[in-house]
C-alpha cells in the first residue's frame, strides 16, 4: 500500500494568512492526487483533483502542485469557512488512501 | 445533479454482518466506479472498495476477506457487506461516485455518511 503523510496535523490561521499543507507519499504516485476539505459532521468534499485541478466552484484561493512524493495545498488568504480537516489521497494504485488530515481552524 | 444516499441498519451486533446500500439519483449508475468508504469515530478516511457498473470490484486488501460489494443497475443502487463485524468496524460509512478526467480517480460525489456502531 501506498502511504499518505500529511503535515501539520493541526494549524491555527488568521484571516488573510498564507496557509500550506503538505502531503508526502511513500512512493511516487506522479500527479494522481486529490485533496479534500470536510467540515464538521460533513462528508469530504472534493476540492482539487490531479494535484492542481481545482474542481467547479471552489474559490480560487485555494491551488495545488508537486509531482512524483511531495505535494502541497496552498490556502491564500484563508476565509472562516475554510475551518474543517483536509485530506490528501492517492489515485496511481489501489488500495487508494488517505492522508492522515490536517485540522485547519481560522482564528 | 448528483445525490447519493446511504441506508441501513445503524446497530450491528459483534461477528454479525453490515449491510448497506447506497442510492443514487440524479444520474444513472452506469458508466461510473462506485466506492464505500468509512471514518471511524475522530479518525481518518479508509478507502473499503469500488464497484464498477458492470460488476467488476476491487477491494482493499485489509478488509478484503470479508466484504462484498454488489450492484442492482435497475434500481441505481449499490451495496456493501462487511461480514464479521467487530468493535473496530464502527464507523461513519460513505458512498460515493468515482470519476477520472486528467489522471487517476476521485470521488466527486459523496453520500452524507451512516453511522454503524457495532456493539452487543
Known amino acids: 500500500d501506498i502511504q499518505m503523510t500529511q503535515s501539520p496535523s493541526s494549524l491555527s490561521a488568521s484571516v488573510g494568512d498564507r496557509v500550506t499543507i503538505t502531503c508526502r507519499a511513500s512512493?511516487?504516485?506522479?500527479?494522481?492526487l486529490n485533496w479534500y476539505q470536510q467540515r464538521p459532521g460533513k462528508a469530504p468534499k472534493l476540492l482539487i483533483q490531479?494535484?492542481?485541478r481545482l474542481e467547479s466552484g471552489v474559490p480560487s484561493r485555494f491551488s495545488g502542485s508537486g509531482s512524483g512524493t511531495d505535494f502541497t495545498l496552498t490556502i491564500t488568504s484563508p476565509q472562516p469557512e475554510d475551518l474543517g480537516t483536509y485530506y490528501c489521497?492517492?489515485?496511481?494504485?489501489?488500495?487508494?488512501?488517505f492522508g492522515q488530515g490536517t485540522k485547519v481552524e481560522i482564528k | 445533479q448528483v445525490q447519493l444516499q446511504e441506508s441501513g441498519p445503524g446497530l450491528v451486533k459483534p461477528s454479525e454482518t453490515l449491510s448497506l446500500t447506497c442510492t443514487v439519483s440524479?444520474?444513472?449508475?452506469?458508466?461510473?466506479?462506485w466506492s464505500w468508504i468509512r471514518q471511524p469515530p475522530g479518525k481518518g478516511l479508509e478507502w473499503i472498495g469500488y464497484?464498477?457498473?458492470?460488476?467488476?470490484?476491487d477491494y482493499n486488501p485489509s478488509l478484503k476477506s470479508r466484504v462484498t460489494i454488489s450492484v442492482d443497475t435497475s434500481k441505481n443502487q449499490f451495496f456493501l457487506r462487511l461480514s464479521s463485524v467487530t468493535a473496530a468496524d464502527t464507523a461513519v460509512y460513505f458512498c460515493?461516485?468515482?470519476?477520472?478526467?486528467?489522471?487517476?480517480?476521485?470521488?466527486?460525489?459523496w453520500g452524507q455518511g451512516t453511522l454503524v456502531t457495532v456493539s452487543s
Open positions: 440524479g444520474r444513472s449508475i452506469n458508466g461510473y466506479y
Open positions: 464497484i464498477h457498473y458492470t460488476g467488476s470490484t
Open positions: 512512493q511516487s504516485i506522479s500527479t494522481y
Open positions: 490531479a494535484t492542481s
Open positions: 460515493a461516485r468515482s470519476d477520472t478526467l486528467l489522471v487517476g480517480y476521485y470521488f466527486d460525489f
Open positions: 489521497q492517492q489515485s496511481y494504485s489501489t488500495p487508494w488512501t
